[in-house]
Structures are given as structure tokens and as C-alpha cells.
């Protein structure tokens, strides 16, 4: 593997580029930038794929100021990199080929909210907690909730997720509407305010998740849930990784509805403690909460900790007080950060696989044994009542030969989580960094992918490089 | 509004057809008919739409016999239109055009049951009853239940769902991952057995309601769930509909985590006393059904009784046993054939559409208002948590002006739904009878749905005349 590799060569339409640059700042003024800095800060990638600017970048407004970029854009036959806040993992935002970065930031308008209806609109630069910050005094929360401050547009471009996905779905089940820019400009609404259709395609679950490739999500309609009545949270210690593994395969099998169950293994709970302060055993642990009534998340939180019991694990200490939930909420948030400071100076490259329940402790032991052998610091973090973990890989960049080890590593994560019956992501996306995986995973369902990108972006002006470029 | 309005004119390929129906004839020997009466009972439909017999019928038992039935239509350009069990209502199953019906029937092996997953894979001919026999003995169930006993690849393709969506949602959340045959006899697998992905389109979901028009769904991976510790249910009656909405709102946004909550108004409760040998209190009444602990289940149905008499309703009626429970909800699923019983003769036509909750009340109200000028005998009954509603027209057939109020009725109910943010259909799905409200409800996305059928089946054999037709 090399980083060449994963991103594809697009030939650069230099002449159709420079008309763009000049017919956009003209029409948008001081909101349109092609100062190297505003460009390679729109590139700016938490991997280490290496960065790729746009040649521009126009901070829009509206849907409309969206569509009357891309129509010209589209005219020019030059690539468009919707952008929303840059926390994507897997190179997302490059421009490989230049072009324009649309910034979603200014876009961050809450439409409508109806709480009544358990939904709202929002302009798709809106992020996660401002989303919720509005929401405070409605008794109303929207779960979803990726390790960064994402926006809501970039969360349902790469079908994010987060700690609530096994018990409030990923942002597939949380987006029930979308207004979207297609490639020539045109400006679709797909799906609607109902809690169910079956009128047509489903075209939102169809942009959601396609990373900009299809068409630009300028506003979303997303399900809102009612803050419960009681939350019940804590952490239980596992002498190793296949119990606590056994632990939460039996939490989903008896149906028990877990709002949240996180593993870390003994790397991550360590850098925690140091990181967050606290004083927890260091051995791997599973954070848990749960959602409900008074009595109901008693009831649960017990069966949980004789679950736990039983697969061998110790005591389950949980409380229903907020703030040491808080506490030990903040810390699994600051995970990575955390982990981060195990090895000082190095850099950190997450990657994250998802695979059938009944694998997955299967999957972390080999996953480890590789870490072992091959000498790599890592952290594990998972949510695994989806059967879906990262790993952070911390890794000395001035040494060629811990890089190969650590991109062997990755890949061999990859192969064996499809091979397992799982995805090569659960909720990264693709980007330009998991492209490899796709034909192994998808078979023929690639090139019915290529098949739907070509039908709805025919110049290919769309995050081009991304997803279904690989060869 | 005309029935011959809503049935496109499609051109015959007569040529291609019977070098078709004599090569398949061939093949498939005794599993091959173009029998009269094995051509319309592959036609029927459970609505009003006149019956457009196939020319052919395969009997297939494998992916692979399906893949080389659709090769061998492809090379043709002969229609292929997918058969579950006949059971949709929008003319689904027609062929405009002709062409060959493939019969799931014999496709009808539960290829693996992962109890430790939470899923299954069955053949697309599996129907919803069989598999729960099937599961009977692991403590899971599937918990979609349309009407019918429908075929589980049938009930995918039309994104299908019934009364427990509102708290194990619809076919979408359901199926996994799809086996398919596309256009050109390509066999395809989307999705997977992780609970999550973000790797590439959602291929899964784009398949789940396109009724055959994309591919021909041939085996599944379902999730599954594990069979509720407890279950109570009840019945609850109100003075009005619009006092029985409230409460449902009013459910639906405490986060009252219901299973069941199914509106019959008191056409529907009369008829369902006559039918099943009640003795409910003729006015609309609520069903209502909660699964958890025993403990969970008591304190929902009490906080439900107290929402119901806030809200002017009488005394929820609730108990876990399971005899009384499953009387009640036998007379809910018979509900259908207890309401032709209201005038025998009558021909009875069902439609359905879904508002958002906030405007359930009112949707019904105008429904109801329609019903009363119009001089309709109808009955309502409504999947209500997710402000889906039917309303089964009983109609005289032998009366023009009956039949023309009856289509009156139904178009003006599909706009008003439409008009509230609300869909066309919730569950019943487009087939031929539902195309003429797509533009108004889904604008230029109807062109996106247009070009991926291009894309995905150039020469427009999978299912013709269906969903994007229109004109």
C-alpha cells in the first residue's frame, strides 16, 4: 500500500478552473477566497492522506447561492468539494483534481423546529451541539453524535454515527428529508415530514452517505428524540477483551435497550485516566447507559450488571446523577485526545471497521495480535453494541518503516472485517482513503454505484476522486 | 380521474415475447406456464385496477434461475415483472406490456438463522408467517406484519411495514442486505450483516420500494429481535377521532416507547364486533400494545391510561395475558375482511397515505368530512404512531356516479396528504395506481428517480408502466 495509491489521478481542467475562480469572485465578493491558507485549510484532512487544495472556496448562504455555484461549476465542467466542518477521517475533502470548496459554515440557520412532530429543518452547516444547544428548552435532543462537532449536512453526507447508534440508529434512520443541489444545479427535495413512504425511491438514503458525490445536501428534516425521563450510566471493568466482548453480544442478544455500551481497552482507559483524570481500573472497560424511566433504567442497569456477572466481568458501578455521568461521558468524547498523549509527537491515524456482533471479539483478538506483533501503539475504542470499533494507530512519521507497518496493519484490519462479513467502515465513509476495500466488499454492487454517479453526474464534477473513482 | 389514466400504455415487443415464452418453456419445462388462468392469478391485484395478464409464468427456485430468466428477457427486451404472493393493492403485479411474471413461490428456503446476530437470510419467497414459525423455537420474531401473509422479498420491494413499525419501523430498517438480479442478469449483493456501514450508496435501501422496477429482489438478511419478557395491550375508547389523535400525539411525543398504536373508527369497531364477536364500545377506539419487562410494560400502560384520560378518552382496558391480547389483535388484522362485511356485494378499495403526527387529527377530520358529503361507506384504521392511516371505500360497482365519488374521494385524500408534508402512501407503495401524485409530491426528484431507472435499466424491462412511468 502507498498513499499514491489511494488517491486517483483526475486531470485538472486548468482553463475551465481559472473562468470559475474569476466568475466567483466577482459574484460573491469577500465571501469567495483563493488565499492559499482558506484553500489548504479546505483540504485539511484528519488522516495522512496528503492535502489537496480547492483553487477556491465560496462561503455560501442559501440552497440558492449553492445551486448558482455549482451551475457554474457545472458550465466550466469543474469539481465541487462541499465542505463542512473538515472533521472527516478519510480525505473526504481533498480536490484532487481542484476546483471549488463550497463552506457550509455560514449556513448554519435552524429552519423549523416541531416539537410536536419530533422533527426539524435545518440549514446543513448547523452542527451536532448547536443543534442541541437550541433545542434545551424543548425536552428534545438529536443522539447523533460523531467524536467531532461535526455539521449535520457533513454527518449525513458520510452517514455518521456515534455512541447513541445502537440504540437511536445512524443518520440514515435520523434524516427524513433532505433539499440536495444536483449536478447540473437543479435543486431536489427528497423525502418528506411523514414517518414513512413508500412513494418512490428512496433518495434520501441515497445521499446520505454518498459524501458529496451525487449532490450537495444544503438543508436536512431530522428526527428529533424526547430527552428521557432517567439516565442510568457507568462502567464496568473486564479482566480482558473477549469477555467484555461476550458481555455486550449478551446485552444485544437479550434485547436489553442500551443506549450506549463503548469498550476501551487498556491502552485507551489508561491514556483517559491520565487524560480526564480519572482513576479507573486499567484493564478493558465497558462505559454503558441507559435510557428510560426511573424504574425501567434500574431494572435494566441491574440486569446489566448481572449480565456482566456472569460473562466473568466485575462490579458494574453505575449512578442516575448527572455529573458523574458527565464526567465519564466527557472522557469517552475526549477518547482520542487521550490516546493521543500516549505517545507524544506522533500522529495519530484512526481508522474504524464494522462487523457482525458474534464476530467481534473474534476480530479485536486478531486485530491485537497483529498490534503485538507488528510492535504499533494503538488505542481501541468501539461502539460495539453495533459491533463497530477504531482503532487509533500512533505512529512515528519520521519512520519509513513503522508507516509501512502501520498501513499494513490497516489494511489487514480492513480485509478481515469484510472478510468476517462486516464493512471496511461503520461510520468514517469512504473518502479517498477506504476506495481499495470497495470491489472486495461490494462486488458487482460497485459497479451498480458507478452505474447511479454517472447517471446523476455525468462530467463527474461532483467530490470527484471519492468513493466509486477507485480502478 | 380515470382508471385507464393511471395504467401507461406501454408498447408490446409481441415478437420478442413469444420467442421468450417458447425458449423459457423449454428451460423450465412444468415450472414454466402461459396457462390462462396461471397468467391472471398472476395479475391479480387487490385493487380496482383492471387485471394485465403476464404471458408467461416461471416458477424459479434459485438466484441463478431468476438471473438467466432475466437474461433471457433482457436479450429480448421482454418485461419481467416480479410475483411474491399477489398480495399489493396498487397494481404492482400488472404487465402493461406483457411479458414474463417470476414466481417467488418456490423460492421459499430460510437459508440461516444467526440468532446471536439478530438476523436471517431467507429466499425472496419466504413469507412473513413462515419465518416466524420458523424462529419460534430461538426467542426471536420478524416483526413487520403487513395485512397479508406476504412474501418477505414482496414486502421489500414495497417497503412494506404494518403495526409494530412505530416501534420496530419498516422494511427499510429491517432488511440488511438484498440479493438482486438486475436488469442485464447481473446478480448483485448489497449491504451486509454489520449493523452499520458507511461504505459507499445505499444500494440496500435504494432496492427496499422500488418494486421490482431496479432489480428483482431474490433472498434477504433480515434483522430480528428478541421476543419482548412481557407484553400488555388493551383497548381504549374516545368520544371523537380528533380526541383519540390527541392522544396518540401526545404518546408519541412523552417518548412513550409503544409498539402498537392502531386507530379503528367506529365503522371499523362495528365491524369488528360483527366479525371477530366483540363487544367494544362502538366509537373510535385505540389498540394500544407494549413490549419490555413486566415491570416496564405495567408502568408504560399506566402512564398511557392516564395520557388517554387527559386527553378526554375513557378507560384503557389493558392486560398482559396472552389469550385476551391475541383476540383483540386477531379482530385488528382481520379488521380488512370484518369491514366488507359492512356491505356485502361491495367492492372494496383500499388506500392509504401518511401526514406527520401533528396533523394526523386534521387529515382525518377533512377525510371524514369528504366521507359525510360524498355519502361513502367506508371504514378507517390506522398504523396512527406514524400518522399513517387506510381508508377501505366500500363500493357499489354497478353505479357510475358511486364509483366516480369513490376515485373523487381518493385523489382529493392523496393531495390533502400530500399538501400537509404528508405522502401519497406509507406502506401500500406507487405501482400503477399511486404515479399520478409523484410530480406533486416529490418535484424534480422524480427526474433523479427517472435517471437512475435509465441508468439501471436502459432498455425499461423490470417491471414497465410502475412508479416512474408516469407522465
Known sequence: MSLASLQQTV??????????????????????????????????????????????????????EVAETVRVCAEHRVPVIPFGTGSSLEGHVNA?????????SQMNEILAVHPEDLDCTVQAGVTRTQLNAHLRDTGLFFPIDPGADASLGGMAATRASGTNAVRYGTMKDAVLALTAVMADGRIVRT???????SAGYDLTRLLVGSEGTLGVITELTLRL????EAVSGGVCPFPDLETACNAVIMTIQCGLP??????????????????????????????????????????????????????GGGDFVWATQAEERTRL???????????????????GV??????????LADCIAETNRDIETMGLVTAIVGHVGDGNFHVLVLVDTDDPAEIAAAEEFIERLNWRAIDMGGTCTGEHGVGQGKMKYLAREHGA????????????DPMNILNPGKIVAGG
Open 329 to 347: 461521558w466527557s472522557a469517552r468524547h475526549d477518547a482520542y485526545w487521550a490516546a493521543m498523549g500516549l505517545r507524544p509527537g506522533a500522529k
Open 445 to 456: 454492487g460497485l459497479d451498480v454505484m458507478r452505474a447511479i454517479k454517472t447517471a446523476l
Open 225 to 228: 428524540h424526547g430527552i428521557p
Open 11 to 64: 486531470d485538472r481542467n486548468d482553463a475551465g478552473i481559472d473562468l470559475v475562480v474569476k466568475i466567483l469572485a466577482q459574484r460573491f465578493g469577500e465571501r469567495f477566497s483563493a488565499a492559499q491558507a482558506v484553500r489548504e485549510q479546505h483540504a485539511h484532512t484528519t488522516t495522512w492522506l496528503p492535502t489537496q487544495a480547492p483553487d477556491g472556496v465560496v462561503f455560501a448562504r442559501s440552497t440558492e
Open 191 to 197: 423525502g418528506g415530514r411523514a414517518r414513512k413512504s
Open 350 to 359: 484512526s481508522t474504524d471497521v464494522c462487523v457482525p456482533i458474534s464476530r
Open 96 to 104: 484532487p483534481a481542484g476546483g471549488i470548496s463550497i463552506d457550509m
Open 258 to 311: 442500551v443506549a450506549r455500551i463503548e469498550l476501551l481497552d487498556t491502552n485507551q482507559v489508561r491514556a483517559c485516566n491520565a487524560y480526564s483524570k480519572l482513576d479507573l481500573a486499567e484493564t478493558p472497560t465497558l462505559f454503558v447507559e441507559f435510557h428510560g424511566t426511573q424504574a425501567g433504567v434500574r431494572e435494566q442497569s441491574d440486569l446489566f450488571g448481572e449480565i456482566a456477572r456472569d460473562c
